[in-house]
């Protein structure tokens, strides 16, 4: 018989807590005993997982007692609270919050990018926010071939990326501005049905929000390379589910646009789709779903002779978050750091 | 009695053609006789007016005699074919197609920008794509203070730029999608509702689609400047109205970004919308219906010591199309150009 792991997820009612339930039986993990945590609002109530219901538990401190795994997607605020009592005793936390990644003792893993940081991990690893991921996925196959010098990023972010209550507010609003109505925004700040705005996470000092800055030094981290210069534009658009991403890259050197295009055909993680003639390239509807980061639209960038412009787009609920944080999983699995 | 002007619209019922009608009212223009010209198709019908309804001709060789101005939106064949001889019967056209951009003798203007531009007319002016006169609007007055080295632009564009019936579209796909049906598109290439993809204009030899070179090569021609660098991703997203941009900026040298914000505060045409507190900067539906382009989140860029960040969204149909043609007409009435 096969080891088995015991696993607990804190936050399973959101939307990347369904998601991880659902990967978690999809991709056959070997699971031993597994616990649903949430608040003591959600406790109580049943979830179904592999055709059986599953009774949520409210967190409490025996919670993490003979427990391998916490899977947790709760929040930051969740996340530092019970991620230290649950790595005391002696669970391994994955934690999709930002609480804990620019912490320097706290690898931050994109599995295709850098999984030997798990090798010092001491209870907490810190799973990236999902444009963080997805740009990761996407460049770095490049980045190991030449070093990247600088990143201009764009990013169109669905309403999912605000969870599953701003998803339903995208509905709802656009079902109302239909009938000639016009809703208030409740969830959102802003009205997204039929518009968009720059992200509405909190302002930094320096104007960038922390969206933004997320990019900025996350991607820094999980490369392991702090000289990389990023900028990056958050947006939220009234999309569903899955991000895009106008990213240029600038090299020290030129790179030649068909060897980049040879080298994320086979890049693991990454689906290549280009159709030139017929104007097909990634789409959130074709992301949505997918373990794979679309990629398209290569082009040697014509205002830089060391530049090239891609874009992208990948389900953010998935690898963006729930696939990402399960793949540490077993990542961990597979290298024996459990 | 003040001087009044004899005006032709050619494509007079298109989402263009409806917003310069719009205008000329608004606009209180100096109008002598007005006659609105379309295909054999539309021939016939009638559109108000200022109050009065007026039969659209179908247009024909002798359309354009004692015509001063005419106003084209029909199509870059439809213009092709009729703005030559309009001009030989002494009219002055302001073309909204893309037939006569890059021509060396059409001058292509940006009231804001280039208005000297106009005195070589030659009986065709060309009014710039709408990205294009959005971004100029946006930009100009920093590149006057100080040369814009490498523009890198990505967009967010709505549905009405790809005319009347693509937004229509979008809410019907909307109203389905809603309903749990999987709709079909017909006048885009692909879903649009909730969904996004890259700018469906031809694709050209270097992998960049005529939407984004336009914005290159326009750029250039209305700024007189051969020698600034631009590169731009171009994406069709599901607003109905008003497109964005997310723009970074590379000067020769530093640019002080609250210099900067002191310089388009006081901008023709712009309008700055920054509220860092409330995370409130432009957004389509506050961009549709004015004349401004609302310009925010200027940042001092973090990748590049001469580097600037802006956002901007504007009304493409109009600023974008139909105002940007009536201010050229304005233009040649106020510096005696007809």
């Given at each position: 018989m096969s080891k088995t792991y015991s696993v607990a997820i804190l936050g399973a009612t959101g939307a990347v807590g369904t998601e991880l339930l659902a990967l978690l039986e999809e991709r056959k993990f070997p699971l031993g005993k597994l616990s649903v945590l949430a608040s003591e609002r959600s406790a109580g109530k049943e979830i179904e997982f592999a055709g059986d219901r599953l009774r949520i538990e409210s967190v409490n401190a025996s919670s993490f007692d003979d427990v391998d795994i916490v899977l947790?997607?709760?929040?930051?605020?969740?996340?530092?609270e019970w991620l230290p009592i649950a790595a005391k005793a002696g669970a391994v936390c994955i934690d999709n919050s930002s609480a804990f990644r620019m912490q320097s003792h706290v690898p931050l893993i994109v599995p295709e990018v850098n999984p030997e940081a798990a090798i010092?991990?001491?209870?907490?690893?810190?799973?990236p926010n999902c444009t963080t991921i997805l740009l990761a996925v996407a460049i770095y196959p490049l980045h190991q071939v030449q070093p990247i010098?600088?990143?201009v990023a764009a990013t169109y972010q669905s309403a999912s990326g605000a969870g599953a209550r701003a998803m339903e507010e995208v509905k709802i609003q656009s079902a109302a501005i239909?009938?000639?109505?016009t809703p208030q925004p409740e969830v959102l700040p802003y009205p997204l049905a039929f518009n968009l705005f720059p992200h509405n996470s909190p302002m930094t000092a320096n104007s960038y929000c922390e969206e933004e800055m997320k990019m900025v030094n996350e991607t820094r981290k999980i490369f392991g390379d702090s000289n990389i210069q990023i900028t990056a534009t958050c947006v939220r658009v009234p999309v569903l589910r899955a991000h895009s991403e106008a990213v240029n890259l600038e090299f020290h050197q030129p790179f030649d646009v068909h060897k980049a295009r040879e080298i994320l055909s086979t890049a693991v993680g990454v689906k290549l789709v280009e159709d030139f003639d017929k104007n097909y390239f990634p789409m959130p509807i074709d992301a949505s779903g997918q373990d794979d980061v679309l990629v398209g639209r290569l082009r040697q960038d014509i205002s830089h002779p060391n530049g090239l412009e891609l874009w992208l787009c990948g389900d953010q609920i998935r690898k963006g978050a729930a696939l990402n944080a399960v793949q540490i999983a077993e990542l961990l699995i597979a290298k024996s750091l459990i």
């Open positions: 947790a997607s709760a929040g930051g605020s969740t996340s530092k010092a991990h001491q209870g907490i690893i810190a799973n010098k600088r990143i239909l009938k000639g109505e």
